[in-house]
Structure formats: C-alpha cells, structure tokens
C-alpha cells in the first residue's frame, strides 16, 4: 500500500513539474515598460577607453581615467605593426604628461612620474607607424593599467584603429 502512495505521489510531482516546465512563458511589455528602461543610464567608474584612431601616420589611444588615479598603462602592440617614431602621452588639454616608457616587440609599458588623477583623460600617441602587412586594415591594441592603492594589471579594452584606403 505504502508502494501504491509513493509511487502515486512521484508520479504526480514528476507529472506536474514535467507540465510547468513546458509550458511557454508569455511576456509582453507594455509602452510605460519600455519608456522606463530608455532611461536606465549605467555609470562607469573604472579607466575605460573612450576613442581610439589614426591621425595621418599616428596612432592614438584615448583612456578616461575614472574611479582612482592611474599609475601606469601597458599597451599591447598588434603582431601587424613593423615599428614606430615615438610614443607620446598628452592629458586632456593637449599637454605632454611626464613619464617613463619601456618599449619592447610586444608592449609599451608607460609609468607616470605622477600619478593621473581621476576625473582626466590620456592619450597615448604612436607616431609614425609602419605596418607589416600593408593590406592589413584593422590592428588592435590591448590596454591595461595599475591604479594607485590596487595591485596587479586591471584589463581596460581593446583599441581598435581603422586604417583608412589611401585615395
């Protein structure tokens, strides 16, 4: 008897979940759902990338600095680039920003002599790169960064520069 019950009773939960598992949900969003969600605004408070691009033969990497003061970057070159000129770090206003840069096959590793306060932007400024590949349009740049008070690299983006057909 008590077989008959279990049984009876495992069949009807597995009966019932089996019914409210394949039962199609139906969801409709009405017009004062959807004017709600237009205005959902996210703020962002880590360093991000905010542009990034080519200006005649130099390469640029646009980086806001939000949240904490930013110690250092670390660029990672695209496999496509053969070489460049220089690197040349600006703020926001234009002005060149003092700091120490190593350059190998691989990287740029950029430490600022001061700390960049939170609230600013930098530019790194590649000037005139040469590719390998020539016919190659699109070279991606890998950031990363250390911020002040935080150990270890804080991944930023990817920075992607469009080269432009020359005509």
Same mark, same amino acid.
């Given at each position: ?49 905010? %542009? *990034? !691009? ?5 390469? @640029?990497?646009? $980086? ?8 250092? #970057? ?42 960049? %306060? *939170? !609230? ?5 400024? @590649?000037?005139? $790169? ?8 699109? #070279? ?28």
């Amino acid at each position: 008897m008590k077989g008959l019950i279990f049984g009876s009773l495992s069949a009807l939960i597995l009966t019932t979940s089996a019914a409210a598992i394949a039962t199609p949900v139906k969801y409709q969003q009405s017009n004062s759902d959807t004017h709600t969600v237009s205005q959902i605004a996210l703020k962002v408070n880590v360093p991000h990338i905010t %542009n *990034s !691009g080519v200006r005649n033969d130099t390469h @640029f990497i646009r $980086v806001a600095v939000v949240g904490m003061s930013l110690q250092d #970057l670390m660029i990672s070159l695209p496999t496509q680039m053969e070489s460049f000129d220089k690197v040349r770090i600006i703020d926001q206003s234009g002005q060149e920003i003092a700091a120490k840069t190593e350059i190998n096959k691989e990287r740029v590793s950029i430490t600022f002599d001061q700390p960049v %306060n *939170s !609230g600013g932007s930098v530019e790194v400024q @590649f000037t005139g $790169v040469q590719r390998r590949i020539p016919f190659e349009k699109i #070279l991606l740049y890998g950031v990363t960064a250390k911020r002040v008070g935080l150990n270890g690299d804080i991944p930023i983006g990817t920075a992607r520069i469009d080269i432009p057909d020359k005509g």
